[in-house]
T-cell receptor, first 113, second 114 residues
Framework: DADVTQTPRNRITKTGKRIMLECSQT?????MYWYRQDPGLGLRLIYY???????NKGEISDGYSVSRQAQAKFSLSLESAIPNQTALYFC????????????FGPGTRLTVL | AQSVAQPEDQVNVAEGNPLTVKCTYS??????LFWYVQYPNRGLQFLLK??????LVKGSYGFEAEFNKSQTSFHLKKPSALVSDSALYFC????????????FGKGTRLSVIA
């Protein structure tokens, strides 16, 4: 969905490096989310934010941090990357007026060596 | 706590045959239910949702889903499968009101064979 963009689309890094994944949206939604996708495990929620001043942990937040710089921007950081953080990462947005139907970005494929 | 189960990791169907992808849920109260599809190397795309009203919901690409409260199910269906329907399908649920994100199932891979 071109309304939700993620950068970079692919990243290879080494164990111990700090990595930031960025998400921007032009949908005007107040809510933003970060998920990771692993084969056989589906989508797991890392962090979510319902407005700029609201940050909440999801089911797998350990090893990750986030920053909501503006309504339209939500960044995910891996402070010290480890190989089991190799995954496909998705950003999503929603609007409470539409039952929180979520709109997804194209994903970032992260490989930690 | 809310949860979703997709009991089949893989569903295979011949082109032209009807398809069903199963989803059951567990929530307290009445659920909001969603289906998403993921094509290779793409993000998830919204297919359809059930909020209230008619139990049969119609969505994109000819898909539909039936909400069954007694069986706590929300199975995705299509009368005639296409090869282009081959993808990964996710069911998701949330409870009305409050500030709760969607909870996703683990996904079902649909393969439509020509």
């Amino acid at each position: 969905d071109a309304d939700v963009t993620q950068t970079p689309r692919n990243r290879i890094t080494k164990t111990g490096k700090r990595i930031m994944l960025e998400c921007s949206q032009t949908k005007g939604h107040d809510r933003m989310y970060w998920y990771r996708q692993d084969p056989g495990l589906g989508l797991r929620l890392i962090y979510y934010s319902f407005d700029v001043k609201d940050i909440n942990k999801g089911e797998i937040s350990d090893g990750y941090s986030v920053s909501r710089q503006a309504q339209a921007k939500f960044s995910l950081s891996l402070e010290s990357a480890i190989p089991n953080q190799t995954a496909l990462y998705f950003c999503a947005t929603s609007d409470y007026r539409y039952y929180n139907e979520q709109f997804f970005g194209p994903g970032t494929r992260l490989t930690v060596l | 706590a809310q949860s979703v189960a997709q009991p089949e990791d893989q569903v295979n169907v011949a082109e032209g045959n009807p398809l069903t992808v199963k989803c059951t849920y567990s929530v307290s109260g009445n659920p909001y239910l969603f289906w998403y599809v993921q094509y290779p190397n793409r993000g998830l795309q919204f297919l359809l949702k059930y909020i209230t009203g008619d139990n049969l919901v119609k969505g994109s690409y000819g898909f539909e889903a039936e909400f069954n409260k007694s069986q706590t199910s929300f199975h995705l269906k299509k009368p005639s499968a296409l090869v282009s329907d081959s993808a990964l399908y996710f069911c998701a649920v949330r409870v009305p009101g409050g500030n709760t994100p969607l909870v996703f199932g683990k996904g079902t891979r649909l393969s439509v064979i020509a």
